[in-house]
Every structure is written in structure tokens, then in C-alpha cells.
């Protein structure tokens, strides 16, 4: 089929305010999700992950919150700092299939200062 | 504890070329797995590699191929460019692949270029 380029969706938010970032996923069977950064230049870095079996976690200044109802899985950062901007992708993975990551379009988040 | 390591970082191929590119991962871990990132199809599975195995494959053509050796160092190859063949080509390492759920480490990547 023709590939169509990307349009990433672009988040702007004020330094030290809260974000969140959104992602739907694919597939109902997936039962690991992970949250990665990657800014200009860099490999994706992890930032935070979830099984299926939990609906919420928390690390440093970052939550993720999965609703497996409806496929959907959130990023809230917190007292969003510049060093936050970066593209941020979800990835989902079916555990039974090894480590085989099924990553979102993207969503670049601005922070300005 | 040294990162992922992928070398080389910008490579520039004309059609018809082949390519090999390398990953060496987290000093322990096992489990290779490789991504192309482009701005049209984004970041895609390629495939993974653990004990020297492939354990699980993308859909990508034939002309995509890698290996992994004892020391769990991984090769990617890609046979007969193409102009599509044009992304950043990412390794990521874990430590355990009895299964997924394992938090995966990438690298920087390699730029490929294709004229």
C-alpha cells in the first residue's frame, strides 16, 4: 500500500506544568507496555513500563495509567521541565512472543520555558 | 556499565549495495532485537535474536537478515538497497528473554543512507 509519512501529534506545555502524553494501542492481547523518550540524535530511552495486571505506576516525576477496556495507555509528567522536549513513543509487547515491541506514531513534546 | 554500542553511526550506500551493520549489547545481556525507524512507517520490528537464535521476525523482505554470535554481539544485513531502505537502524539488548516484559536498552543507532 502507499506509505503515508507520520504526522506526529505535538504537545506544547508550560516549564512546570503537567503533561500527558496518550497512546492507543493494538492489540487486547498485549500484556506489557513501556513508555520510551528519544530525543534528537538518540536511541529511545525507557522511561517507565506496566504489565497488563496493573492499571497504574508510579516513578520519578512520571505515571503511567492503562485502561485495557478501551486499549488506552497515558503519560503524565509531572512539574515538566525543558529537558523533558522530546519525542515520546508507547510500545506494546506480548510477552509470550518475546520481546517483539509494537511501538505508536509518537508524540513530540515542547516545553517552554 | 557501557551502553549499547553500534557501529558505524552514519553509513551512505548507493542502490544495489549490501550493508552490515553492528550491535554490541549490555556486557550480560542475551536477547538482540533490531528496529528500523523512519519518519513514514516509524519505529519497526526487524528481528530478534537470543543465544544466537532468531526468535522472532517483522515483516520486512528476504534482503533483511542478521545473525548473533557466542558473545551475543548481532549483525544485521540488508542485501541489494533500496532508496526505502533509507531510516536509522536501531539495536536494543536485554537481559532476560525466557519471555518479553523485559526492559529493553537501545542504542544511538546507525544512519543509513541511500542514494
Known amino acids: 500500500g502507499e506509505s503515508v509519512g507520520l504526522h506526529l501529534p505535538t504537545l506544547s506545555v508550560q516549564e512546570g506544568d503537567n503533561s500527558i502524553i496518550n497512546c492507543a494501542y493494538s492489540?487486547?492481547?498485549?500484556?506489557?507496555f513501556i513508555w520510551y523518550k528519544q530525543e534528537s540524535g538518540k536511541g529511545p530511552q525507557f522511561i517507565i513500563d506496566?504489565?497488563?495486571?496493573?492499571d497504574k505506576r508510579q516513578g520519578q516525576r512520571v505515571t503511567v495509567l492503562l485502561n485495557k477496556t478501551v486499549k488506552h495507555l497515558s503519560l503524565q509528567i509531572a512539574a515538566t521541565q525543558p529537558g523533558d522536549s522530546a519525542v515520546y513513543f508507547c510500545?506494546?509487547?506480548?510477552?509470550?512472543?518475546?520481546?517483539?515491541?509494537?511501538f505508536g506514531a509518537g508524540t513530540i513534546l515542547r516545553v517552554k520555558s | 556499565k557501557a551502553g549499547v554500542t553500534q557501529t558505524p553511526r552514519y553509513l551512505i550506500k548507493t542502490r544495489g549495495q549490501q550493508v552490515t551493520l553492528s550491535c554490541s549489547p549490555i556486557s550480560g545481556h542475551r536477547s538482540v532485537s533490531w528496529y528500523q525507524q523512519t519518519p513514514g512507517q516509524g519505529l519497526q520490528f526487524l528481528f530478534e535474536y537470543f543465544s544466537e537464535t532468531q526468535r522472532n521476525k517483522g515483516n520486512f523482505p528476504g534482503r533483511f537478515s542478521g545473525r548473533q554470535f557466542s558473545n551475543s554481539r548481532s549483525e544485521m544485513n540488508v542485501s541489494t538497497l533500496e532508496l526505502g531502505d533509507s531510516a536509522l537502524y536501531l539495536c536494543?539488548?536485554?537481559?532476560?528473554?525466557?519471555?518479553?516484559?523485559?526492559?529493553?536498552?537501545f542504542g544511538p543507532g546507525t544512519r543509513l543512507t541511500v542514494l
Open positions: 536494543a539488548s536485554s537481559l532476560l528473554s525466557l519471555a518479553g516484559g523485559n526492559e529493553q536498552f
Open positions: 510500545a506494546e509487547n506480548l510477552m509470550e512472543y518475546g520481546n517483539k515491541l509494537v
Open positions: 492489540n487486547s492481547a498485549s500484556d506489557y
Open positions: 506496566i504489565r497488563s495486571n496493573m
